[in-house]
């Protein structure tokens, strides 16, 4: 089977089990993860799991990438905030779909390698920041959008002030090993509205001083 017909294969996988904006599934069919993936995991590169990458963090599960892009519900004009640039994986998705992104990750290595794999790529609309995650980026702040790509122990409420009104915060929540996937809305009001969408499995949001790593 070509990397082609695995990459047919897994966007049907996804559209099976729920992501069916088109947008989303077009991003992600013109993004090949494996730039993404360790050389030693490239086999399975396109199969629907989540995969170890340095730092001991890891790259999402297309379906959970897919699921939570579709859920932020990303236009061409927003601006989108991530935290957790990890792979880059998630990144080069958003970046399809948005004006610009803007991606914080505390470990510098990481973000290094990420920002070698964008630039591979050719994606010239994400700014990048090496720093503490759960603090966001309040000097770019508001932004339309915010997806949280580690789970955050608790409501994510400093991320949540760097909201627009209007404007969605996708977020795992929780501390144990199991989260919630949880979607807010930002109300006119200056409220939130928490939609709770499935159970997932995150590496934690480490909050605190950026690691040199």
């Avoid at 379906?63 to 236009?75: C, E, N, P, R």
């Amino acid at each position: 089977m070509t990397n082609a017909d695995r990459q047919a294969r897994l966007i049907l996988s996804l559209r099976q089990q729920g992501v069916t904006d088109p947008r989303v599934l077009k991003a992600m069919e013109s993004i090949d993860r494996a730039v993404f993936v360790h050389e030693r995991f490239l086999d399975q590169a396109w199969e629907d799991q989540a995969l170890p990458i340095d730092c001991a963090q890891t790259i999402s599960q297309p379906y959970i990438v897919g699921l939570m892009t579709q859920a932020l519900d990303v236009k061409p004009r927003h601006r989108v905030l991530e935290i957790g640039t990890g792979s880059g994986y998630q990144c080069a998705v958003l970046s399809r779909l948005a004006r610009y992104v803007y991606s914080v990750e505390r470990y510098k290595s990481l973000l290094k390698e990420a920002e070698g794999k964008l630039k591979t790529l050719r994606i010239d609309n994400v700014i990048t920041r090496h720093g503490d995650g759960g603090l966001g980026w309040p000097e770019q702040a508001p932004f339309d959008r915010i997806m949280v790509t580690a789970a955050a122990p608790g409501e994510p409420t400093d991320l949540l002030r760097q909201l627009k009104p209007g404007g969605v915060l996708v977020a795992p929540v929780g501390k144990t090993s199991v989260q919630m996937l949880n979607r807010y809305t930002a109300e006119e009001d200056g409220s939130f509205r928490r939609e709770s969408l499935i159970e997932v499995r995150f590496v934690p949001l480490v909050e605190g001083a950026a690691k040199e790593q």
